[in-house]
């Protein structure tokens, strides 16, 4: 199975409501900051969970999270040391990873050869090995593994992939997308260091690009790109991630993903525009809205679960699938693949060339 049926994800919250206090998956939660707070947030109004530990570096920022738990009427062992963590906490059923870009290779390693289920966060890792190494071990592992483009469980954007995935509106010729905002936050210094965060395809482009690469349902053959830093020059000081590029990919049946990403858009100005362009007329995935191809009439596409939350409808989706044993939507197979997209983009960038994925995969 590549993908949850739309029954098994409407049916996760309900599911989750009715298990008791025995039945929830115990986890534990690595790195706390602000994307580990913010999934530790809609972990704990999943009644299929039951968080039993959390560990961060900085001990304010674990004994932050072990107070949000404890708030919720349950009580989180708390850790400044992973390794330490998966020794010590017994029981454990799974761990949900929200470290910095560069750690993610050894922490998820580490889980998965303890035999327990993984909901990490993306990329996979910051090179091809490195996503191999953690591809291979995921292969190997007696737990589930799930990577977090939630982008996939957001209701609007997967009831638009239905209706692309299913034929609806013909044969998909090109996708088209922009990410145009402003400058990364300046308080997590590692989003700067393109060595810690593989630069900003890898780390935020990657998203809309994974959307992309599931609507044609393959790898691109080849990427072009280019880009730099024009505004954001040293800024902050050391800085040696872009702040713009654009990339094309070209796929063997034809199709093509033309994609721009950008941090010095004025508010309100582009924004993000997620939109597959396919025989039979336009597909808007961040509206679900089509609009037929000769006809200025657009259509509101079904969409179950309106206005859920993306990050929670993964997570819900993550205890389920660990609970029935079911390959997750995005597994370890599409996450390898979307990391070596952006790789592919940040290589052609970099060297100013043509990229082949036989080259990304050889």
Not at 90 to 104: E, N
Not at 171 to 197: A, E, N, S
Request: glycine share 8%.
């Amino acid at each position: 199975m590549t993908e949850l049926t739309r029954r098994s994800i409407l049916a996760a919250p309900a599911l989750l409501r009715a298990q008791s206090r025995e039945e929830r998956l115990r986890v534990a939660v690595i790195g706390t900051g602000n994307r580990g707070a913010f999934l530790l947030g809609h972990l704990l109004e999943l009644s299929g969970a039951q968080v039993v530990a959390v560990c961060d570096i900085l001990p304010d920022r674990a004994d932050r999270a072990a107070t949000m738990v404890a708030k919720k009427g349950g009580q989180a062992r708390t850790f400044t040391d992973y390794r330490r963590l998966l020794d010590e906490v017994k029981d454990l059923d799974a761990v949900v990873q929200a470290t910095p870009d560069f750690t993610h290779r050894e922490v998820d390693i580490a889980v998965l050869e303890r035999g327990l289920h993984l909901y990490a966060e993306k990329p996979l890792a910051l090179t091809v090995e490195d996503c191999r190494a953690v591809r291979d071990a995921a292969r190997r592992a007696k737990g589930i593994m799930q990577v977090g483009f939630q982008l996939r469980h957001d209701p609007a954007r997967a009831a638009a992939m239905r209706w692309i995935r299913d034929g609806k509106a013909g044969r998909v010729l090109q996708c088209h997308g922009m990410r145009h905002g402003g400058d990364l936050p300046r308080d997590i210094p590692w989003y700067f260091d393109k060595t810690k965060c593989g630069d900003i395809v890898v780390d935020q482009g990657i998203h809309i690009l994974d959307l992309f690469r599931w609507a044609i349902g393959r790898p691109p053959a080849r990427c072009y790109g280019e880009g730099g830093t024009a505004l954001f020059v040293d800024d902050p000081p050391g800085r040696t991630v872009m702040d713009h590029y654009s990339a094309i990919f070209e796929f063997d049946g034809g199709e093509q993903i033309n994609f721009s990403h950008h941090y010095f858009d004025p508010p309100g100005f582009t924004g993000i525009q997620e939109r597959v362009f396919l025989s039979g007329g336009a597909v808007d995935l961040i509206r679900a809205e089509f609009q037929p191809r000769t006809s200025r009439e657009r259509m509101k596409l079904e969409v179950p679960d309106a206005g859920q939350d993306a990050t929670r409808m993964s997570l819900a989706a993550f205890l389920e699938n660990v609970r029935h044993n079911r390959r997750p939507l995005n597994d370890v197979e599409s996450a390898y693949e979307a990391t070596l997209v952006a790789l592919m983009a940040t290589r052609a960038i970099y060297e100013k060339r043509i990229v082949t994925w036989a080259e990304m995969e050889a």
